[in-house]
């Protein structure tokens, strides 16, 4: 037990280490010509993590006004040039942040930066629900305010009473997204675990809990861009919902009690995945 709690906290502190980059990616889609048919593609930025342990609160919110600066200025660069004739219809980042930036070579040589992999990517910044309702995918639906808060509340409701709240619920333009933040980063061996809460909320509500996005390599759409797929009309708003400001990261393991996995259970699958990466 000693050993694989050790490997666990190497885990743990290597992922910190290695968290350098935020990958911004650009989904698109675009009329193929002479054909019915839509096609598509992506394109991503990065945005250098810098070593937030020598800057104080005032450098923080310095910061992420840049980073919220340069996804605008990177979306502009794209649709003045070769996405000119092409639909943005998703502005994502990474949810786990990326320890090197890969490239591509284009046909003239030039070196550009291309969609992260799980071989790039660290662990998880956060753990979110993501909510899928295929009514809200309707061409143009709009959901009222009590269809929103009626899914909100089932799925808050499902939740243990002893369990944290997330700190942020958010519209995505055809779902609900829920994040909780946590005082470290969830490793790659934890992924398994956070499958399995998904799992057992889809089970106790009977939504659409996608838990497709449990993939390290994930990327995750940005609350407050639109989401302007051609399927669903005319564009739609992503927005948040709700956020607690005063809320601080939680115990991740205290969170995974609280939803029914204690420590017991929570080191058998650690182990198991450990297991897997040394074969």
Not at 35 to 47: D, L, P, Q, R, V
Not at 145 to 156: A, F, V, Y
């Amino acid at each position: 037990k000693e050993k694989i709690i050790k490997k666990w906290e190497q885990e743990i502190k290597k992922s910190i280490k290695a968290m350098k980059h935020i990958e911004v990616r650009y989904l698109y889609d675009y009329p193929i010509r002479n054909s019915a048919k839509i096609g598509g593609g992506a394109t991503s930025f990065y945005y250098d993590i810098p070593d937030y342990t020598l800057v104080d609160n005032k450098q923080l919110i310095e910061d992420a006004q840049d980073f919220k600066d340069s996804i605008i200025r990177w979306e502009q660069e794209l649709t003045a040039g070769y996405f000119k004739n092409r639909n943005i219809h998703t502005i994502s980042i990474s949810i786990a942040p990326r320890k090197e930036i890969p490239y591509t070579t284009d046909k003239k040589g030039n070196k550009k930066p291309k969609a992260g992999n799980s071989k790039t990517a660290t662990a998880f910044n956060y753990f979110l629900l993501d909510i899928d309702i295929e009514e809200w995918k309707k061409p143009n639906y709009e959901p009222t305010q009590e269809e929103i808060n009626k899914h909100i509340n089932n799925l808050l409701n499902a939740l243990p009473e002893k369990a944290y709240k997330p700190h942020i619920i958010g519209y995505t333009g055809a779902g609900l997204r829920f994040i909780w933040y946590f005082t470290r980063p969830i490793t790659r061996l934890e992924i398994p675990l956070l499958k399995k809460i998904a799992q057992d909320l889809r089970e106790k509500t009977n939504m659409d809990v996608d838990d497709r996005v449990y993939d390290i390599s994930r990327v995750d759409r940005i609350l407050g861009t639109e989401n302007r797929k051609t399927k669903y009309g005319t564009p739609r708003q992503s927005r948040i919902l709700y956020y607690n400001p005063n809320a601080i990261g939680y115990i991740l393991e205290k969170f995974y009690d609280q939803v029914g996995y204690g420590i017991k259970e929570v080191m058998e699958i650690i182990e198991k995945e450990q297991n897997k990466t040394s074969e």
